[in-house]
């Protein structure tokens, strides 16, 4: 039976590119894919394209690419990214020009568009759809006048549209992590729209890939200790048949561990219902999912089930929500705990008096609660050190500066031994965001697909 090698590339914006380059040198692939997206990911590319609209993709776009198109040209495989972000066309330019500089001409480079749907929020409205919250159903004119960027997640069709159109790099813009590794099934299996325990199948090693290390020994909670070679970890490569069935590894060679319980841990990664997993490609059901060890870095995965994908496609959104302050002191021991809170208590006494308008507060001690928040346990011995960070949440720029000015004076008329000052921090705009579903076909009528050869 058939089978195709799909590598993972990134799993995430500012991963490390040399395991990318290993299996793009030595891992035999067809197909190499890069998430580099997230919610968080997209309002950081909204604020690089307010400062140059040029921008708003992943940076780190030329160094992969100048390290990579050598390999896709020599030894023939794919390319596909979402790290157009928020400028898929500007990423596109990106990778021609630099394939031009290289001298690799008859590439051809896709962009796909159309995941921004900004400029159509109000029609839809006049239309009658309502974009009301997702999860809690508040009226979206809470925040109508305040959004800054609208992205929809798209899912694996316009990827293979620019397969078979001899596309040789896909760039995209806010797609599903799986759809990434799900295109070139469809596209290389012609596997059916409505074949949906095979989607379900590449849906769920595409969930597998899309995190990079986490699925080889990257962040694991069991015997961590024991994975060896961390500092040249290996990405997952897929071996994926025909019907479906997939074996997950790695390059040879290289660092990290491929093990049912490394892949376990990474199958329940962000899944709410595991009978329900909700992409715009299928409706993924993992119930009977198998996890078998059949060799040294090697799991056999079975058993997903797929049904009728959504209606709807999530659109997930960014609006100006006000703008952080916050500042950092340290404290020694003995009584280092006891001081930083000291230190608290004194901040916001002065707040109050000043007057400063502050919408939130948040106070973390650093060695202590800033992971566990209310969990943690108060602890029995004196720590060494502990900081204190105090952030808050202001309508204005101004007023978020304020907080800065307050620590400096702890430092001669607070509690003693502070160190590691790290007041003063510049105010940062905070983006919150809105997610809620849109009819998938008002959002693919909208999407196109175009593809530019590489001339000299």
């Known amino acids: ?21 290993e299996t793009a040198a030595r891992g035999g692939i067809q197909y190499l894919c890069f998430d580099s997206l997230a919610e968080l990911t997209l309002a950081i590319l909204q604020k690089d394209r307010q400062k140059d609209s040029t921008r708003g993709y992943a940076t780190d776009i030329p160094q992969a690419m100048r390290k990579l198109l050598p390999y896709v040209k020599e030894k023939g495989f794919k390319l596909l990214t979402n790290a157009g972000g928020m400028n898929p066309i500007g990423a596109g330019q990106e990778v021609i020009r630099i394939a031009r500089e290289l001298g690799l001409e008859g590439l051809k480079v896709a962009v796909v568009t159309g995941d921004d749907v900004l400029d159509h929020l109000d029609s839809w409205r006049q239309q009658g759809i309502p974009l009301t919250h997702q999860e809690d159903g508040r009226s979206f004119e809470l925040v109508s006048d305040k959004i800054m960027f609208a992205n929809a997640y798209l899912g ?32 290389e299996f012609n596997w059916q729209p ?29 015997d961590w200790r024991s994975i060896e070679d961390l500092d040249r ?15 997950l590894t790695k390059t040879e060679g290289t660092g990290g561990l491929v093990s049912v319980d490394t892949v376990k841990e990474q199958l329940l990664y962000e899944i709410h219902d595991p009978s329900a997993y909700l992409t715009p490609d299928v409706v993924l059901d993992l119930k009977e999912v198998n996890l078998t060890n059949i060799g040294p870095n090697r799991v056999h995965v079975t058993g997903a089930r797929g049904t009728k994908r959504p209606d709807y ?12 302050g ?11 705990l006891a001081k930083a809170q000291a230190a608290d208590r004194i901040i916001r006494k002065q707040i109050e008096r000043s007057g ?34 105090l952030a808050i ?9 304020k907080l800065g000015r307050l620590f400096p004076p702890l430092m001669l008329n607070g509690p003693p031994s502070m160190g590691g000052f790290l007041g003063l921090m510049k105010p940062r705009e905070l983006l919150g965001m809105w997610s809620c579903l849109v009819p998938r076909e008002v959002i693919e009528s909208n999407v196109s697909v175009t593809v530019t050869e590489v001339q000299l």
Request: glycine share 12%; hydrophobic share 40%; net charge negative.
């Open 326 to 336: 916050q500042a950092i002191c340290g404290y020694s021991w003995p009584d280092a």
């Open 313 to 324: 496609l999530k659109v997930v959104m960014g609006y100006a929500d006000g703008w952080l």
């Open 156 to 187: 694996s069709e316009p990827i293979v549209a620019a397969l078979r159109q001899g596309a040789d790099i896909v760039i995209t813009g806010r797609t599903t992590d799986s759809a990434l590794f799900l295109a070139p099934l469809i596209y």
């Open 233 to 247: 970890i290996g990405f997952p490569i897929a071996e994926m048949r025909e019907d479906g069935e997939f074996v």
């Open 356 to 389: 400063l308008q502050a919408a939130k507060m948040q106070t973390d001690y650093l060695g202590y609660n800033s992971l566990h928040g209310p969990l943690a346990q108060e602890p029995t011995q004196d720590l060494n050190e502990v900081y204190l960070r």
């Open 393 to 401: 949440r202001t309508d204005s720029k101004e007023e978020a500066a």
């Open 1 to 21: 039976m058939r089978t195709i090698r799909i590598g993972a590339g990134q799993g995430f914006y500012g991963d490390t590119l040399i395991p990318a380059i």
């Open 194 to 222: 409505d074949d949906w325990d095979r989607l379900g199948q590449g849906i769920l090693m595409g969930h597998l890939m899309e995190c990079s290390g986490q699925a080889t020994g990257g962040n694991f909670s069991g």
